[in-house]
């Protein structure tokens, strides 16, 4: 069975499919390294879950 020769297109996007896969790989990369860096730095992690909380805020002076 023969295939058809690929189309020029096809190339191209292909090209453009591997830059944006380099992209993402690159953002995964980042957010996985600034998560590794705030857990290994130990600081307590909280967030704002609706409840009002005093040790998150700063005092007023």
Do not use: W
Not at 4 to 17: E, T
Not at 41 to 54: I, K, L, N, T
């Amino acid at each position: 069975m023969n295939f058809p020769r690929q189309h020029d297109l096809h190339k191209r996007r292909m090209g453009r499919n591997f830059g944006v896969g380099i992209v993402l790989l690159g953002f995964v990369v980042i957010v996985f390294g600034l998560t590794v860096v705030k857990v290994t730095r130990g600081e307590p992690m909280q967030a704002f879950d609706h409840v009002s909380r005093p040790e998150l805020t700063e005092p007023v002076n």
